[in-house]
């Protein structure tokens, strides 16, 4: 056994015993009754308070059955009849389970040498807390958990783990290289965990031919590169599972007190966020089982060494109070007046020290403060130069900036602005960071932007960006004011844009049926004139990396603002791609590019692509609440383009309107950028060149490209037999659903 397995148990076996000591301070008092009178309130190590029991009339009612099974020396505890075994339960409403792991190896010639795919199934009443992460482990392997909540609504949820070589994976990081967390809903109570590979390991078998994934406790488990090889020998980790009684609120459940848990007289009723049932506790002052009657007893503080009272003390239920003794005076506490002897020296003295000591308090918050403020100007030019502050100031004096073409702020002005951030001036929340409405002293309104982190080796590429993104002066980008540099991570302050974004208007009934296809095509049309811009005009040249409608604008007149350049990258003269880690947004994201991890011009056009299909549909790119087959927008557009049943996925308000001629060129359009090849899309010019001429000549403009207008009516309300029977060029469909077993990639042509 290697040393690697023997680190893991070793760790295991000290993280239960911890969490079996910490959730035990949980439960009642040991002088205190916790389970039902003649029934067992313990199995092994595990105790059983009531609601539970381990045997007939000992639990509220069979959900809270634990099975004891007394073969194991100590013997151990099981959720009612399943296999789910139990190492702790919490009167706060929490049980601590051990959750299997799914385990998914391979031999080298790529046939598997191991493969389980475990459940959880539990019981009303109780649910797989939200304190749990579902984890993958794994350098080829896609996983996902599915199962069913309490609302009686299926849910899937999952995550790729990726790595080419050991060196790629990092101590502690769980991101996508080697190891990937995503969380899961509340109210889950049935739970499926399934992996599956790839390419069988064989590009990675010399280090790793084994994939695992688990939901357990977020602090349970710390990913290492060790951990590839040493999960093949643990089979469970720590899990929570959150209990709650009754199916009601607690003022149903108090309007039948025949069924009422709560039986304690010093006893209250909560609600848990999870959204069912009730939980039971003691009110304070009180320590026991609330679920018993005359559970909840009191607490004699004056037992406690580190109560209140200075002198004397006395116990009442569920308080204390004190006294001083006959002679004395004061309130008796040891904080306040505590037991004066009448108006003695002595009261005289301590009240002399008492004003001395107030009056040096004074000085020493003072001084505090003081102290605090020059700390303060200290670490503002600290993060100011961390960020480049002085490159930036260099930059802008080389280049002979004035103050209206970019501007540093300082802090104190963007505090001011945005009301020192607070959350109702939030308008904006991605993966990237945060964007605020601020109010600037000038009168104007601005968009700041607050991103959650910028990597320290990379300030030099961020200054350059923030100086590029300044040098673009395009009327359908949303325009750079400048930033700040005096915090911790940099802030951008932009032009606020006052009409929401192209998402919000596509997706909501009322604003999509303003929006005309006369908007939607300028709209269209102003965005690939930006990418255009930024592949061909801008120097270097700029790849948006996260273009989607959600970070198109719109304002008053909907002019399209391109906006949220915090994933751009700039191209060197001398390169044409990147090699970069996938970013973007599912959905969006170009296939190619999160096979081979090289980032091209052409990433945006994929990206713009399935912006024309949300415009043509206006259906989102991803939804978990559509049919599997429909969930990828992307894919569903091009199966139904194919099958010549293109009427069936377009909006209704468009198709309306009569543009069919145009409807099908855009359509056709949208294939071409949809293509899985890179280098079979069109450029971002060609299409903005596209738009341009079917936006400007309306009814008379045909693509040579396009079929003619009975040609397109066929397409568009018949069959189309020529795709649907394979002819001409094959259309992957390169669409990416996070919740599939699969990328749908088409090999050899592309097409």
């Given at each position: 056994?290697?040393?690697?397995?023997?680190?893991?148990?070793?760790?295991?076996?000290?993280?239960?015993?911890?969490?079996?000591?910490?959730?035990?301070?949980?439960?009642?008092?040991?002088?205190?009754?916790?389970?039902?009178?003649?029934?067992?309130?313990?199995?092994?190590?595990?105790?059983?308070?009531?609601?539970?029991?381990?045997?007939?009339?000992?639990?509220?009612?069979?959900?809270?059955?634990?099975?004891?099974?007394?073969?194991?020396?100590?013997?151990?505890?099981?959720?009612?009849?399943?296999?789910?075994?139990?190492?702790?339960?919490?009167?706060?409403?929490?049980?601590?389970?051990?959750?299997?792991?799914?385990?998914?190896?391979?031999?080298?010639?790529?046939?598997?040498?191991?493969?389980?795919?475990?459940?959880?199934?539990?019981?009303?009443?109780?649910?797989?807390?939200?304190?749990?992460?579902?984890?993958?482990?794994?350098?080829?392997?896609?996983?996902?958990?599915?199962?069913?909540?309490?609302?009686?609504?299926?849910?899937?949820?999952?995550?790729?783990?990726?790595?080419?070589?050991?060196?790629?994976?990092?101590?502690?990081?769980?991101?996508?290289?080697?190891?990937?967390?995503?969380?899961?809903?509340?109210?889950?109570?049935?739970?499926?965990?399934?992996?599956?590979?790839?390419?069988?390991?064989?590009?990675?078998?010399?280090?790793?031919?084994?994939?695992?994934?688990?939901?357990?406790?977020?602090?349970?488990?710390?990913?290492?590169?060790?951990?590839?090889?040493?999960?093949?020998?643990?089979?469970?980790?720590?899990?929570?599972?959150?209990?709650?009684?009754?199916?009601?609120?607690?003022?149903?459940?108090?309007?039948?007190?025949?069924?009422?848990a709560c039986k304690s007289l010093n006893s209250k009723c909560k609600e848990p966020d999870n959204g069912y049932g009730y939980r039971c506790y003691c009110d304070e002052g009180f320590r026991g089982n609330p679920y018993l009657d005359g559970g909840c007893q009191d607490i004699d503080e004056c037992l406690d060494?580190?109560?209140?009272?200075?002198?004397?003390?006395?116990?009442?239920?569920?308080?204390?109070?004190?006294?001083?003794?006959?002679?004395?005076?004061?309130?008796?506490?040891?904080?306040?007046?505590?037991?004066?002897?009448?108006?003695?020296?002595?009261?005289?003295?301590?009240?002399?020290?008492?004003?001395?000591?107030?009056?040096?308090?004074?000085?020493?918050?003072?001084?505090?403060?003081?102290?605090?403020?020059?700390?303060?100007?200290?670490?503002?030019?600290?993060?100011?130069?961390?960020?480049?502050?002085?490159?930036?100031?260099?930059?802008?004096?080389?280049?002979?900036?004035?103050?209206?073409?970019?501007?540093?702020?300082?802090?104190?002005?963007?505090?001011?602005?945005?009301?020192?951030?607070?959350?109702?001036?939030?308008?904006?929340?991605?993966?990237?960071?945060?964007?605020?409405?601020?109010?600037?002293?000038?009168?104007?309104?601005?968009?700041?932007?607050?991103?959650?982190?910028?990597?320290?080796?990379?300030?030099?590429?961020?200054?350059?960006?923030?100086?590029?993104?300044?040098?673009?002066?395009?009327?359908?980008?949303?325009?750079?004011?400048?930033?700040?540099?005096?915090?911790?991570?940099?802030?951008?302050?932009?032009?606020?844009?006052?009409?929401?974004?192209?998402?919000?208007?596509?997706?909501?009934?009322?604003?999509?049926?303003?929006?005309?296809?006369?908007?939607?095509?300028?709209?269209?049309?102003?965005?690939?004139?930006?990418?255009?811009?930024?592949?061909?005009?801008?120097?270097?040249?700029?790849?948006?990396?996260?273009?989607?409608?959600?970070?198109?604008?719109?304002?008053?007149?909907?002019?399209?603002?391109?906006?949220?350049?915090?994933?751009?990258?700039?191209?060197?003269?001398?390169?044409?791609?990147?090699?970069?880690?996938?970013?973007?947004?599912?959905?969006?994201?170009?296939?190619?590019?999160?096979?081979?991890?090289?980032?091209?011009?052409?990433?945006?056009?994929?990206?713009?692509?399935?912006?024309?299909?949300?415009?043509?549909?206006?259906?989102?790119?991803?939804?978990?609440?559509?049919?599997?087959?429909?969930?990828?927008?992307?894919?569903?557009?091009?199966?139904?383009?194919?099958?010549?049943?293109?009427?069936?996925?377009?909006?209704?308000?468009?198709?309306?309107?009569?543009?069919?001629?145009?409807?099908?060129?855009?359509?056709?359009?949208?294939?071409?950028?949809?293509?899985?090849?890179?280098?079979?899309?069109?450029?971002?010019?060609?299409?903005?060149?596209?738009?341009?001429?079917?936006?400007?000549?309306?009814?008379?403009?045909?693509?040579?490209?396009?079929?003619?207008?009975?040609?397109?009516?066929?397409?568009?309300?018949?069959?189309?037999?020529?795709?649907?029977?394979?002819?001409?060029?094959?259309?992957?469909?390169?669409?990416?659903?996070?919740?599939?077993?699969?990328?749908?990639?088409?090999?050899?042509?592309?097409?």
């Amino acid at each position: 056994m290697g040393l690697p397995f023997l680190k893991t148990k070793f760790i295991l076996a000290i993280l239960l015993t911890f969490v079996s000591t910490s959730i035990s301070s949980s439960l009642p008092d040991a002088n205190f009754q916790i389970a039902k009178p003649n029934c067992e309130n313990r199995c092994g190590n595990v105790p059983i308070p009531f609601p539970f029991g381990a045997t007939e009339g000992c639990f509220y009612n069979r959900s809270f059955l634990v099975t004891c099974n007394e073969t194991f020396s100590p013997p151990k505890a099981y959720v009612t009849n399943s296999t789910i075994e139990i190492t702790n339960i919490s009167l706060e409403g929490q049980l601590r389970v051990l959750s299997y792991i799914a385990k998914d190896c391979y031999y080298q010639n790529g046939t598997r040498s191991l493969h389980n795919a475990p459940s959880i199934r539990l019981t009303w009443g109780l649910s797989i807390s939200t304190a749990n992460k579902f984890t993958v482990v794994g350098c080829d392997t896609n996983g996902f958990v599915a199962g069913w909540r309490f609302n009686n609504k299926f849910y899937r949820t999952g995550c790729n783990s990726y790595c080419g070589s050991k060196g790629d994976l990092a101590e502690g990081m769980c991101s996508g290289l080697g190891c990937c967390q995503t969380s899961i809903p509340k109210d889950v109570w049935i739970a499926e965990l399934t992996l599956q590979s790839y390419d069988q390991f064989k590009n990675v078998w010399d280090f790793n031919n084994c994939s695992y994934s688990f939901l357990a406790e977020e602090s349970a488990f710390n990913f290492t590169p060790s951990s590839l090889s040493s999960l093949r020998n643990v089979t469970s980790l720590p899990m929570v599972v959150d209990w709650a009684v009754g199916d009601g609120t607690c003022v149903e459940a108090q309007n039948n007190m025949s069924s009422y848990a709560c039986k304690s007289l010093n006893s209250k009723c909560k609600e848990p966020d999870n959204g069912y049932g009730y939980r039971c506790y003691c009110d304070e002052g009180f320590r026991g089982n609330p679920y018993l009657d005359g559970g909840c007893q009191d607490i004699d503080e004056c037992l406690d060494p580190n109560n209140k009272c200075e002198k004397g003390c006395k116990n009442i239920p569920g308080n204390y109070t004190c006294t001083c003794p006959e002679g004395y005076d004061g309130d008796g506490l040891k904080n306040g007046r505590g037991c004066i002897r009448g108006e003695s020296l002595i009261f005289k003295l301590v009240a002399g020290i008492a004003l001395g000591f107030i009056v040096l308090l004074l000085g020493a918050c003072w001084l505090y403060l003081e102290l605090k403020r020059r700390k303060l100007i200290t670490m503002k030019q600290k993060f100011f130069l961390q960020n480049g502050g002085l490159m930036l100031q260099e930059q802008l004096i080389r280049r002979d900036y004035s103050p209206d073409t970019m501007k540093i702020f300082t802090s104190a002005e963007l505090k001011k602005a945005t009301n020192n951030f607070h959350d109702d001036r939030i308008i904006g929340q991605g993966g990237f960071g945060t964007v605020y409405k601020g109010f600037l002293s000038d009168n104007r309104i601005v968009a700041i932007k607050k991103s959650k982190e910028v990597d320290p080796n990379q300030i030099e590429q961020f200054i350059n960006e923030v100086i590029v993104l300044s040098q673009i002066n395009h009327k359908n980008v949303v325009r750079l004011f400048g930033c700040c540099l005096e915090t911790q991570v940099p802030l951008l302050v932009y032009e606020f844009i006052n009409n929401g974004t192209l998402f919000e208007h596509i997706n909501n009934e009322t604003k999509a049926h303003a929006l005309s296809w006369d908007k939607r095509l300028t709209i269209a049309t102003e965005a690939a004139g930006v990418l255009a811009y930024l592949h061909s005009a801008a120097s270097p040249p700029i790849i948006h990396r996260d273009v989607k409608s959600a970070n198109i604008l719109l304002d008053n007149n909907f002019t399209a603002k391109v906006s949220d350049f915090g994933a751009s990258r700039l191209v060197p003269e001398d390169q044409t791609r990147l090699s970069t880690m996938v970013q973007g947004t599912f959905g969006y994201l170009d296939p190619e590019y999160m096979q081979t991890n090289q980032l091209t011009e052409k990433s945006d056009v994929y990206s713009y692509g399935v912006v024309l299909v949300e415009l043509l549909t206006g259906k989102k790119a991803l939804s978990y609440e559509r049919p599997e087959k429909e969930r990828n927008l992307a894919s569903y557009f091009l199966s139904r383009l194919n099958q010549g049943r293109l009427y069936q996925v377009l909006e209704d308000n468009i198709v309306s309107e009569g543009n069919n001629e145009q409807l099908m060129a855009v359509a056709m359009l949208a294939k071409r950028c949809l293509y899985v090849r890179g280098e079979d899309r069109p450029s971002m010019k060609e299409v903005a060149m596209e738009l341009e001429g079917l936006r400007l000549s309306r009814k008379h403009y045909s693509l040579q490209t396009q079929p003619n207008a009975e040609v397109m009516e066929s397409l568009l309300f018949r069959p189309m037999n020529g795709f649907a029977k394979g002819e001409g060029n094959t259309v992957g469909t390169g669409g990416y659903d996070s919740m599939r077993d699969h990328i749908q990639l088409p090999m050899g042509g592309g097409r």
